[in-house]
T-cell receptor
Framework: GAVVSQHPSWVICKSGTSVKIECRSLDFQATTMFWYRQFPKQSLMLMATSNEGSKATYEQGVEKDKFLINHASLTLSTLTVTSAHPEDSSFYIC????????????FGDGTRLSIL | AQSVSQHNHHVILSEAASLELGCNYSYGGTVNLFWYVQYPGQHLQLLLKYFSGDPLVKGIKGFEAEFIKSKFSFNLRKPSVQWSDTAEYFCAVKADRGSTLGRLYFGRGTQLTVWP
């Protein structure tokens, strides 16, 4: 089946540093990748949608300058949390979808980000 | 905007009991419907999906769901649960058009706990 690899799985860093999270589709070409944030006991909140080779579309309320998304190839998208602060601590999840719109999204394992 | 409601936040059952988790959505057009499961410490996995055709869809691990268009519902069922079904269950809807084509709208999730 379709596999999405997300790396790293856990990051702990100091306030003010930038953190990059990678999302790779291992066995299919992902024209669209999605980035979510999940708070404890809550649902997934879509942050942005990225299509290969174009700028990401951010959801309302998500700071595009803080959460930089790059989707440079059909198998890789990255999310960079710039100048991270404790309130950015969360569980970040990516998903990928193949070219056809009737294909489901396949999810990565998520990245737990802890900012001290 | 589309929304997805899961009315049961936490369901506790004994093994062999029957399960039904409710999911309602608000969208007047054509939708694709999904149930995802998240086992402890793991990524979201697709349980089943509905795109068209028979409104009763069967998924993995004995789960099924019924799409009732008139009720805007897509309830998940399993006749006899097992301890290994303990997980978080998410209902999701994908609209056929919108500002971000292909995006999923998630319910807040239902935590299922099955006692042996």
């Amino acid at each position: 089946g379709a596999v999405v690899s997300q790396h790293p799985s856990w990051v702990i860093c100091k306030s003010g540093t930038s953190v990059k999270i990678e999302c790779r589709s291992l066995d299919f070409q992902a024209t669209t990748m999605f980035w979510y944030r999940q708070f404890p006991k809550q649902s997934l909140m879509l942050m942005a949608t990225s299509n290969e080779g174009s700028k990401a579309t951010y959801e309302q309320g998500v700071e595009k300058d803080k959460f930089l998304i790059n989707h440079a190839s059909l198998t890789l998208s990255t999310l960079t949390v710039t100048s991270a602060h404790p309130e950015d601590s969360s569980f970040y999840i990516c998903s990928a979808s193949a070219l056809s719109l009737d294909q489901p999204q396949h999810f990565g394992d998520g990245t737990r980000l802890s900012i001290l | 905007a589309q929304s997805v409601s899961q009315h049961n936040h936490h369901v506790i059952l004994s093994e062999a009991a029957s399960l039904e988790l409710g999911c309602n959505y608000s969208y007047g057009g054509t939708v694709n419907l999904f149930w995802y499961v998240q086992y402890p410490g793991q990524h979201l996995q697709l349980l089943l999906k509905y795109f068209s055709g028979d409104p009763l869809v069967k998924g993995i691990k004995g789960f099924e769901a019924e799409f009732i268009k008139s009720k805007f519902s897509f309830n998940l069922r399993k006749p006899s649960v097992q301890w290994s079904d303990t997980a978080e269950y998410f209902c999701a809807v994908k609209a056929d058009r919108g500002s971000t084509l292909g995006r999923l709208y998630f319910g807040r999730g239902t935590q299922l706990t099955v006692w042996p």
